[in-house]
Every structure is written in C-alpha cells, then in structure tokens.
C-alpha cells in the first residue's frame, strides 16, 4: 500500500503562482510513476503532469506545458507541481497518484494509477 496526501492548495489571483506537494510513503519504490490530475465541478478528471521517480522522466499535457512544471525529491518521496501564471479554468480539486510500473513514460489514464490522494482544492480568482 501507497500513501499518498497532497498539499498546498488555496484561493489566488488570476496570474499568480501555486506550488502543490505531494508525499507518498508506505510502500514506496524508486520505479514509482507519480502523476497529478485535476478535476472542475461537473467535468471528468483530467491528466495534469507526471514523473517517473527513479530517472525523472516526465509528461504533459498540453495546457500544462508552457505554464506547469512537475519536479521531484526522492530523497524526501515528494513531488511537486509548479503552477504560474495560473487562470480561472484552472480552478479544480487536484489529485496526486501513484502506480508501479518498471518501464513506461507516465500514463494519462486515470485507470493506471492505484494510489490517490484526497485532493486539494485551488481555486483561481479572476
């Protein structure tokens, strides 16, 4: 079993900043995928950004990629995400998840991922 909790969410301002962490325990391996999904009211959950733990090899998607940015520190089992210039459509509850996997760039599918946090809400003010 997995443990994971996030952290660092909160209310901001149309193109202010939020770091979000995330920290996993239990059970944990350095071929651990961590990813970060989000969900708006009344919309699925959608694949934000994820990274292998082991070698950092990471992805996007496309609306996180010039404004997001996923790092890592193994040495304390986090992640984080990065959010600039953040807008109102990034208003969601976002998650952190965690699958097994010993080879394979981060999967997008929700369905891959074992291990979720409870969320933390960001909520973007314009």
């Known amino acids: 079993q997995v443990h994971v909790v996030e952290s660092g969410g909160g209310l901001v301002q149309a ?31 959608e694949f934000v950004a994820g990274v292998r733990a082991s070698d950092g090899i990471y992805k996007y998607a496309n609306f996180a990629k010039d404004r997001f940015d996923i790092d890592r520190d193994n040495a304390k089992e986090m992640v984080y995400l990065q959010m600039n210039n953040l807008k109102p459509e990034d208003t969601a509850v976002y998650y952190c998840a965690v699958y097994q996997a010993s080879w394979g760039s981060p999967s997008t599918q929700t369905v891959d991922y074992h291990y979720w946090g409870q969320g933390t809400q960001v909520t973007v003010a314009s």
Do not use: H, M
Not at 29 to 34: C, E, F, N, P, R
Not at 36 to 44: D, I
């Open 15 to 45: 193109g202010d900043s939020l770091r979000l962490a995330c920290a996993r325990s239990g059970r944990t391996l350095t071929s651990d995928i961590i990813g970060w999904f989000r969900q708006a009211p009344g919309k699925e959950r």
